[in-house]
C-alpha cells in the first residue's frame, strides 16, 4: 500500500513537471475553466429565467445551482484526475506501448490509472467554490456539518463510479478499434449530470440512476448538502460504487488477458 | 534459464474478398481464418548465452518474444523464464527480465530521460544506492553524459535509443529481449550499441535474445542463431554452421601483378566477378586449400582473400529457399 502511495506521489510529481513545462496551458485551462462555468450556469437561467416558468419542480434556483456546482466539480475531477491517464490507455494500444506498461512489475490499472493528471484542472475547484456560494446566498444558509461530511463521501463514491465507467469504456478499446466514439458518448451523456435527477422521468431515469448513476454523482451530493438526502440512499450508494468498480476491475483484467500488442 | 516447448500462437483473423458486396455480406457473415503466427517451437537457453533470432518479415520472431516476456499468452505449449511462467506477470519474474523493441519508446517525451529513470526506480523498487551506482556505470557505458537531462524530444535517435537501453536497464535484469536495438541508426552508433550489449552480457552475466535485420548485429554479438520462418524453427545452432549449411563455399578473391585469362582463373572454383588484374571465385570449403595452392603455384598472384559470404547474402538465400519451398508445397 505504502509503495503505492509512493508511487502516485512520483506519478503526481512528473504530471507537475510537465504542468511546468507548458505553463502557458495555466492561462488557457483557467480560461477554459471559466468559459465552461459559465456554460454551465447559463441553462439555469434559462430555466428560471422568468417567473411564469415553472423551473424544475421541487428544485429552487439556488438548489438547482448546488447541483451545477457539484457537475463543476466533478467535471474538474474527470479532466484532471481521470481522463487524461486514461486517454492515454488509448495512444499505448494504439502504438504498442501498452507492452512497456504490463511489463512493469506493479499493477497495470494502477499504472495506467495515474499516469497522467492535468493538474491546472485545479481551477475548477476554485470556479466550483464559487458557484457553490452564490446557491448558498440564494437559498439563505449554508451546508450543515453532517451535510457537508457526506457530500464528500458522496464525492468519493461519484469519483469511484466515474472512474469505474471509464476503465470500463477503455477495456472496450482492447477491442473496439475506434474507442473516440465512445470516450465523446461518454462526454455527453455525462454532461446531463449538470440537471437534478428529477428532471428525467420512466426508462431515462432508470438508466441515469442504474445504468449510468449520474444521479448519484451530482444529485445525491446535493441533496447531501441541502439536508434532504435519504441516509439509505448514502448506504446504496456506496454499495453501488463498489460493485460498479469491482465489475470494472474484472473486465479490466480480462481485457489485459487479451490483450494482442500492436505492430512487429 | 529460456525454455520453450511445443510453444504455438494461433490467431482468428476475419478474412474478406476486396469490393463493396464482400464488405456489405461481410456485415452479416464473417469469414474466419487461422493465422498460424507461431506453430510449435521448442529450444532452450543456458544462463549468459547470447542467442540471434532471425526470421524474414512475419516469421514469428517479435510474437515469441512477447510470449516469453508475458505480454502474450500462447495458444498452447509452454514457455518458461527462469523457473517463471511469463503469462503470470508476477512481478518477480518481471523484475528479472527488460524488453526494448527498436520502433517503440518508452521514455517520457516532453520530459528528459532522468525523470522515466526515476519512475522506474520506484516502480521496480530499486535501492537509491544501486540506482545512483548502476545509472553512473550505464552513463558511462553508454557515454550518455548530459543526454538525461535534455527533454527526449530534443534527443536525435540514436541518443534517444541509448537512453531508452538504459532506461531499460536500470533494475539490473538477467534476461533482455531486444528486438531490433539498432533499427535506424547509423554505423557508428550501431557499433556502439552492440560493444555495450556485449560488455553488459559479460559483465553481468545476462541471457539475451536479440532479433535484428542488420546481419552485423547478430555476427558481432550471437555466437548462436535460431531461425524461423512461419512460425516454425528451421535452424539452431552456431552461426559458422549456418553459413556452412547454406554456403558451402567460400569467397575467394585474387589480385594479379600481370593480366590473367577467365580460362586460367576458372579452373579454380565458379567465378563471380572477373577482370584482368582481379578475380573474385566460389570455392567449396574442401577444395579451398588446394584452390590457393594451384592459383599461388600457376598464377601471378599479389595478393589474395579467403572469406565467409556476407551474411545478408546467407540470409537472403535461406529465406528465398524457404520461400520456394513453401510456394512448391
Not at chain 1, 14 to 36: E, H, N, P
Not at chain 2, 4 to 11: A, E, V
Not at chain 2, 173 to 202: C, H
Request: contains cysteine; hydrophobic residues 50%.
Amino acid at each position: 500500500m505504502t509503495r503505492y502511495l509512493r508511487l502516485l506521489g512520483l506519478q503526481l510529481r512528473t504530471s507537475a513537471l510537465l504542468a511546468a513545462q507548458y505553463r502557458f496551458d495555466f492561462f488557457v485551462d483557467a480560461a477554459i475553466s471559466l468559459f465552461w462555468t459559465a456554460t454551465a450556469v447559463v441553462p439555469l437561467f434559462v430555466v428560471y429565467g422568468e417567473e411564469t416558468r415553472p423551473g424544475i419542480p421541487g428544485w429552487s434556483f439556488g438548489e438547482a445551482l448546488v447541483v451545477t456546482a457539484c457537475f463543476i466539480l466533478l467535471q474538474g475531477v474527470l479532466d484532471g484526475a481521470i481522463n487524461p491517464g486514461l486517454q492515454a490507455v488509448i495512444d499505448h494500444i494504439r502504438k504498442g506501448t501498452l507492452d512497456f506498461v504490463l511489463l512493469k512489475p506493479a499493477d497495470a490499472q494502477f499504472l495506467v490509472s495515474t499516469s497522467r493528471f492535468m493538474l491546472w484542472r485545479v481551477f475548477s475547484l476554485v470556479t466550483s467554490g464559487i458557484v457553490f456560494g452564490i446557491a448558498f446566498h440564494q437559498i439563505g444558509h449554508g451546508p450543515s456539518v453532517l451535510g457537508v461530511l457526506t457530500a464528500l463521501v458522496l464525492f468519493a463514491v461519484a469519483t469511484l463510479l466515474l472512474y469505474s465507467l471509464w476503465i470500463l469504456i477503455i477495456s472496450a478499446a482492447f477491442i473496439v478499434v475506434k474507442v473516440d466514439n465512445l470516450t465523446y458518448l461518454f462526454s455527453s451523456i455525462f454532461d446531463a449530470a449538470r440537471w437534478p435527477s428529477s428532471v428525467f422521468r420512466g426508462a431515462v431515469k432508470f438508466f441515469f440512476t442504474f445504468v449510468i448513476p449520474l444521479a448519484v454523482m451530482t444529485t445525491f451530493p446535493a441533496e447531501a448538502l441541502l439536508g434532504r438526502l435519504a441516509p439509505m440512499t448514502l448506504v446504496s450508494s456506496i454499495g453501488g460504487a463498489f460493485v460498479f468498480a469491482a465489475v470494472a476491475r474484472r473486465i479490466w483484467l480480462r481485457s489485459i488477458g487479451h490483450y494482442t500488442s500492436a505492430g512487429g | 534459464m529460456i525454455r520453450l516447448s511445443g510453444l504455438r500462437k494461433h490467431y482468428r483473423v476475419h478474412k474478406r474478398p476486396p469490393g463493396l458486396k464482400a464488405a456489405l455480406k461481410s456485415l452479416f457473415k464473417r469469414e474466419y481464418e487461422i493465422v498460424k503466427a507461431v506453430d510449435g517451437i521448442d529450444f532452450s537457453i543456458s544462463p549468459g548465452e547470447r542467442v540471434g533470432f532471425l526470421g524474414p518479415n512475419g516469421a514469428g520472431k517479435t510474437t515469441t518474444l512477447k510470449m516469453a516476456s508475458g505480454l502474450l499468452h500462447p495458444t498452447s505449449g509452454e514457455v518458461t523464464v527462469d523457473g517463471h511462467t511469463p503469462q503470470k506477470r508476477e512481478n518477480e519474474f518481471l523484475k528479472k527480465i527488460m524488453l526494448v523493441m527498436g520502433q517503440k519508446q518508452q521514455l517520457m517525451w516532453d520530459l528528459p530521460p532522468a525523470d522515466t529513470y526515476e519512475l522506474n526506480r520506484a516502480i521496480y523498487d530499486v535501492p537509491r544506492a544501486d540506482f545512483t551506482k548502476r545509472l553512473k556505470e550505464l552513463t558511462e557505458l553508454l557515454e550518455l553524459g548530459e543526454l538525461v537531462t535534455k527533454p527526449t524530444r530534443q534527443l536525435s535517435l540514436g541518443e534517444r535509443m541509448k537512453c531508452e537501453l538504459a532506461g531499460a536497464l536500470i533494475h539490473g535484469p538477467k534476461v533482455l529481449f531486444l528486438d531490433e536495438p539498432t533499427i535506424g541508426l547509423d554505423v557508428s552508433m550501431q557499433v556502439a550499441m552492440r560493444d555495450f550489449i556485449r560488455r553488459y552480457n559479460e559483465e553481468h552475466g545476462a541471457t539475451l535474445i536479440l532479433t535484428s535485420h542488420y546481419m552485423d548485429d547478430v555476427a558481432a554479438l550471437c555466437p548462436r542463431v535460431i531461425v524461423i520462418d512461419k512460425g516454425a524453427l528451421s535452424f539452431d545452432g552456431k552461426l559458422e554452421d549456418l553459413v556452412t549449411q547454406v554456403r558451402p563455399e567460400k569467397r575467394l578473391t585474387l589480385r594479379f601483378s600481370a593480366p590473367v585469362s577467365r580460362e586460367q582463373v576458372a579452373e579454380l572454383g565458379t567465378i563471380v566477378k572477373h577482370e584482368p588484374a582481379q578475380a573474385v571465385l566460389l570455392v567449396k570449403q574442401s577444395a579451398m586449400n588446394a584452390a590457393v595452392a594451384k592459383a599461388l603455384a600457376t598464377l601471378p598472384v599479389q595478393d589474395l582473400n579467403v572469406e565467409n559470404p556476407p551474411l545478408e547474402e546467407v540470409m537472403s538465400e535461406l529465406f528465398s529457399r524457404s520461400r520456394a519451398a513453401r510456394e512448391v508445397a
